[in-house]
């Protein structure tokens, strides 16, 4: 909470990835939430808009711990564990410094999910991971 405006907070980099551009699931809900007459064009939703429609979806959201895992050609991922929605505050404030704690040197992905709908994804390469080679086991 921002002690100035009394607004609720999170991070800027999680705030950009669920109403960014390249993840539209949140943008596309603030959209076609507005009512419009048949025939309409459907307004781009205001960046007001947006935030509130975040913040009704994001504190309903699961997250998945993926391991990215090379084998050969083939790039296939490992659940390494999941977050139901509110507990997984630490990680969202340090991801970098957590993921390196709980889950050692690796490139992982985070999934963010609300309900079966998969909302937005990032990769983080953990503790200096520089390729699949470094991988611990």
């Given at each position: 909470?921002?002690?100035?405006?009394?607004?609720?907070?999170?991070?800027?980099?999680?705030?950009?990835?669920?109403?960014?551009?390249?993840?539209?699931?949140?943008?596309?809900?603030?959209?076609?939430?507005?009512?419009?007459?048949?025939?309409?064009?459907?307004?781009?939703?205001?960046?007001?808009?947006?935030?509130?429609?975040?913040?009704?979806?994001?504190?309903?959201?699961r997250l998945k711990v993926l391991q990215e895992v090379k084998t050969g050609m083939i790039v296939s991922f490992v659940e390494l564990g999941?977050?139901?929605?509110?507990?997984?505050?630490?990680?969202?404030?340090?991801?970098?410094?957590?993921?390196?704690?709980?889950?050692?040197?690796?490139?992982?992905?985070?999934?963010?999910?609300?309900?079966?709908?998969?909302?937005?994804?990032?990769?983080?390469?953990?503790?200096?991971?520089?390729?699949?080679?470094?991988?611990?086991?």
């Amino acid at each position: 909470m921002d002690p100035n405006t009394g607004e609720r907070e999170v991070p800027k980099w999680l705030y950009k990835l669920f109403t960014g551009h390249a993840y539209p699931y949140v943008r596309r809900q603030a959209k076609f939430a507005k009512d419009v007459r048949p025939g309409e064009e459907r307004p781009e939703p205001t960046a007001d808009e947006i935030k509130a429609k975040f913040w009704e979806i994001f504190p309903q959201c699961r997250l998945k711990v993926l391991q990215e895992v090379k084998t050969g050609m083939i790039v296939s991922f490992v659940e390494l564990g999941e977050y139901e929605p509110g507990t997984y505050q630490e990680l969202i404030d340090n991801p970098e410094e957590f993921l390196a704690k709980h889950y050692g040197k690796k490139k992982i992905k985070l999934n963010f999910y609300l309900g079966e709908n998969s909302v937005c994804t990032i990769n983080f390469k953990v503790a200096g991971w520089a390729s699949h080679d470094d991988d611990e086991h």
